[in-house]
């Protein structure tokens, strides 16, 4: 089972962009699809992007649609979200992990959840 390990959150405006990475052990990584997801407080965790083992296929939530951008480097290991354009609504705990494509769009998850990395997006 790949282990996940997520970076690169921080406090940024409305209007910034953030750079996420969500960095795996294991020689299985590029086997797996990869999503990313969010929790905000006092809210259950979402979907927000995932992308196919091969990197060929990529889906996102409507609320993010346009203004992220998921990519993966299988050579590093490594799976990063770009944020664009982000709002107040963007700020939460973002976490990844490796997903089962068939079940899209909710997107089961294989593994068990990291501890995340906090995006705080101010007005």
């Known amino acids: 089972q790949v282990q996940l390990v997520e970076s690169g959150g921080g406090l940024v405006q409305a209007g910034g962009s953030l750079r996420l990475s969500c960095v795996a052990s294991?020689?299985?990584?590029?086997?797996?699809?990869i999503g990313w997801f969010r929790q905000a407080p006092g809210k259950e965790r979402e979907f927000v992007a995932a992308?196919?083992?091969?990197?060929?296929?990529?889906y996102y939530a409507d609320s993010v649609k346009g203004r992220f951008t998921i990519s993966r480097v299988n050579a590093k290991n490594t799976v990063y979200l770009q944020m664009n354009s982000l709002k107040p609504e963007d700020t939460a705990v973002y976490y990844c992990?490796?997903?089962?494509?068939?079940?899209?769009?909710?997107?089961?998850?294989?593994?068990?959840w990291g501890q995340g990395t906090q995006v705080t997006v101010s007005s």
């Open positions: 294991g020689r299985t990584f590029s086997n797996y699809g």
């Open positions: 992308i196919s083992w091969s990197g060929r296929r990529t």
């Open positions: 992990n490796s997903v089962n494509e068939a079940t899209t769009p909710r997107f089961d998850v294989f593994g068990s």
